[in-house]
Every structure is written in structure tokens, then in C-alpha cells.
């Protein structure tokens, strides 16, 4: 029988968490039920909803701390050595590294979060892992070596939209990619798309 107890300890806590992510690592969002979760991690629903909330706010909260983590990774390359463009390379390898490392949070992030959370809840993925890309484009763009006609919330989005494309094929494939190709061929997709158009080269 499930624990009546409300009140977690750290240990059950996690627990939990890694039951939620497995359930919806391996299911659609909308095929794991509340109950599901109660069942394989032996709490009740009260507890589960007074610990975590409901369903939305749940898987939230279950990927959270892989969340923080990959914003630090970013975050620790985003400060590395070199130029704007050696920088966003080094931030492309912490990204695919990270998520090929955690595969199921992976798989929750682009292939179980509905779509319409991407735009209706930015706090639900991403948003602050996008601010590490949204401070190297400004700070490209102040030097001259990354486009100034466009705005800075436009070239991220559009790089995130590449990235989520990436992650859907990479994710869905027969083998999981080797990460730092992975982000070689992510560099050499989203280069010209960042390159200030007076540093392209000239086809005449």
C-alpha cells in the first residue's frame, strides 16, 4: 500500500523524481497518468500533489535540477576562452553533452513536452539556458562579428528552433550520435546565420 505520509525526506523526494521522469521518458505526455506516478513510487495523490503539484507543474519540477545543471554547463562555457564564435562552440558541446548524457531528460524536453508550452510557458524549458546564447549574441554583435540587422531575440529563437529540430531527428534516429559531432555540425549549420553580413565572404 502506498505511504499515507505527506511529509518526504530528501531520499523519498528524489525518489519520486526519478519515477516521474522514467514514466514520462518512456511514454507520451499525455499517456502517464497521475495514479501511474502513485503507483510505482508508493504515495498517495494528496502527497503527490502537495509535493509536486499537478501534472503540468510536476514534470517541471522533475526535471528542475537537470535543468540548473545544464544552465551551469552553459553558463561555464559560455565563459571559456577565445572569441564569441569559440565561445558558442563551447556552448554547443555543453548542450549536446549534457542532453546525451541524460537521454531521458532528453527525450522529455523535445520529444514529450507538448509544443504550445515552448511559447505559452518559457519558464516550463529553456529560458534561461537561452540567455546564455541571448548574452553571446549581444556581446557579438557590440564587436561586429555577429550580425547587428537582426534583434537578438530573433537570432536566438531561430537557433533554438534549430536546436529543437536537431534534438527531434538526433533523438528519433536508429543510434545516438557521438555529442561533440553532433555540435560540429550544429556550428557549421547556425555559423551564417550569425555571421555579421559585411564579414560573408563575396561572391563576386
Given amino acids: ?96 553533452r549534457f542532453y546525451f548524457s541524460h537521454v531521458p531528460i532528453a527525450r522529455i524536453v523535445f520529444l514529450n513536452i507538448p509544443s504550445a508550452y515552448f511559447v505559452s510557458q518559457p519558464d516550463f524549458i529553456q529560458s534561461d539556458q537561452l540567455a546564455v546564447m541571448k ?21 536566438v529563437e531561430a537557433l533554438a528552433g534549430i536546436a529543437m529540430r536537431t534534438m527531434f531527428r538526433l533523438l528519433t534516429a536508429s543510434t545516438l550520435p557521438d555529442p561533440d559531432q553532433a555540435a560540429a555540425d550544429f556550428a557549421l549549420l547556425t555559423g551564417p546565420l550569425l555571421i555579421a553580413p559585411s564579414s560573408q565572404p563575396s561572391d563576386r
Avoid: W
Wanted: net charge positive; aromatic share 6%; proline share 3%.
Fill in 1 to 96: 500500500m502506498p505511504d499515507d505520509k505527506r511529509q518526504l525526506s530528501s531520499a523519498k523526494r528524489e525518489a519520486i523524481r526519478r519515477v516521474i521522469v522514467d514514466l514520462f521518458a518512456g511514454a507520451l505526455f499525455h499517456d502517464v497518468g497521475m495514479r501511474d506516478i502513485c503507483e510505482r513510487a508508493g504515495v498517495t495523490p494528496k502527497t503527490l500533489y502537495k509535493h509536486f503539484g499537478n501534472k503540468d507543474a510536476l514534470l517541471i519540477c522533475a526535471i528542475e535540477p537537470d535543468m540548473h545543471r545544464l544552465t551551469a554547463s552553459m553558463e561555464a562555457a559560455s565563459l571559456t576562452g577565445g572569441g564569441v564564435a569559440q565561445r558558442f562552440s563551447a556552448v554547443g558541446r555543453a548542450f549536446f
Fill in 135 to 155: 548574452k553571446l549574441v549581444v556581446e557579438g554583435q557590440k564587436d561586429g562579428t555577429i550580425r547587428g540587422d537582426m534583434a537578438a531575440d530573433l537570432l
